[in-house]
């Protein structure tokens, strides 16, 4: 059974920064690509970051220079450091783990609140 599961949210001030982690237990996590998404209310679930089995990143441009995602492959784990919060930042964020023949793969997700 393939498990994802955030941690990491919290309540933050503007300009603040948060780590969220992401466990995964029941995939090859090194063949899989991980992703962070957001959604806000009101809106749709949107990219934040990736990072492909291989190890190359991605970024939506309104996180660029802010946000940094990496894996830690020994400990099935992804991260998203997220710096110089804004509250525009403020959404429930989602893992996501994807592999070539698979359907993806979603947390229940953790919420991160900016405030001003």
């Known amino acids: 059974q393939v498990q994802l599961v955030e941690s990491g949210g919290d309540l933050v001030q503007a300009g603040g920064s948060l780590r969220l982690s992401c466990a995964a237990s029941g995939i090859i996590f090194s063949s899989f690509d991980m992703g962070w998404y957001r959604q806000a209310p009101g809106k749709q679930r949107a990219l934040v970051a990736l990072?492909?089995?291989?190890?190359?990143?991605n970024y939506a441009e309104s996180v660029k220079g802010r946000f940094t995602i990496s894996r830690d492959n020994a400990k099935n784990t992804v991260y998203l450091q997220m710096s110089s919060l804004k509250p525009e930042d403020t959404a429930v964020y989602y893992c996501n783990a994807k592999a070539l023949y698979t359907s993806p793969y979603w947390g229940q997700g953790t919420q991160v609140t900016v405030s001003s």
């Open positions: 990072i492909s089995s291989g190890g190359t990143t």
